[in-house]
Structure formats: structure tokens, C-alpha cells
Nanobody, 128 residues
Framework: QVQLVESGGGLVQTGGSLSLSCAASGRTLSSYAMGWFRQAPGKEREVVASLRWRGGAIYYADSVKGRFTASRDDAKNTLYLQMNTLEPEDTAVYYC?????????????????????WGQGTQVTVSS
């Protein structure tokens, strides 16, 4: 099991920026995919971005393309989500997640059920 601890989040005005971090421990992550998810009140938890820890292309949901950037620091075992041009619709609890991924499994098809380890969540609120 991978342990995940998130930090960052908070309150920001429309058009502002926030950065989230997720420190991972407990496992070697080379065979894992890492994801950022969010869940707004009354809505399903949805994937925002996902990547292979080993590297390669990053998947983004259409709603955040061009505004959010996911990255990771291998030396620090930390996943990041830089969020720019935030909109009220981005208000949600944001979670990082980790799940094993096979070499040829596409990131785009990975959903909540594919990730077995989750952080505690951090609130992001965008005021209009």
C-alpha cells in the first residue's frame, strides 16, 4: 500500500492559481500510475490528471487542459498539480491517488476503481 499525504489547496479568486502537493511513501513507484481526482458536492469523483511515475505522456481531463499541469519529483517522491486560471467550477475536494499500471495500459481509461491508494483530500474553493 502506498501512503499519500496531500498539502496545498485553499481559497482563491476566479482566475487565480493554486498548487497541490502529494508526498508518497511505502512503495517503489516505478510500476504505478498517479492521479489527481476531485469531487464536488453532490457529484461523482472524477479524474483530473494522471501520469505514469516512470514518465511519459500525461492525461488531462478536457475540463482542465491548458490550465492544470501535473508533474512529479522522483527524488522527493512527490506528485504536484499546478492549477492556473481557476474557475468556480473547479471548487472541489482534490485527492491524489496511486494505482498499479501495466506497461501498455492507457492512462485515459483509468478511473477511480483503478487506484487503490488515496490521500486524505484537500479543499480547493474558487470564489466568483
Amino acid at each position: 500500500q502506498v501512503q499519500l499525504v496531500e498539502s496545498g489547496g485553499g481559497l482563491v479568486q476566479t482566475g487565480g492559481s493554486l498548487s497541490l502537493s502529494c508526498a508518497a511513501s511505502g512503495r517503489t513507484l516505478s510500476s504505478y500510475a498517479m492521479g489527481w481526482f476531485r469531487q464536488a458536492p453532490g457529484k461523482e469523483r472524477e479524474v483530473v490528471a494522471s501520469l505514469r511515475w516512470r514518465g511519459g505522456a500525461i492525461y488531462y481531463a478536457d475540463s482542465v487542459k491548458g490550465r492544470f499541469t501535473a508533474s512529479r519529483d522522483d527524488a522527493k517522491n512527490t506528485l504536484y498539480l499546478q492549477m492556473n486560471t481557476l474557475e468556480p467550477e473547479d471548487t472541489a475536494v482534490y485527492y491524489c491517488a496511486a494505482g498499479r499500471i501495466s506497461p501498455f495500459q492507457p492512462l485515459a481509461g483509468m478511473g477511480r476503481a483503478d487506484f487503490g491508494s488515496w490521500g486524505q483530500g484537500t479543499q480547493v474553493t474558487v470564489s466568483s
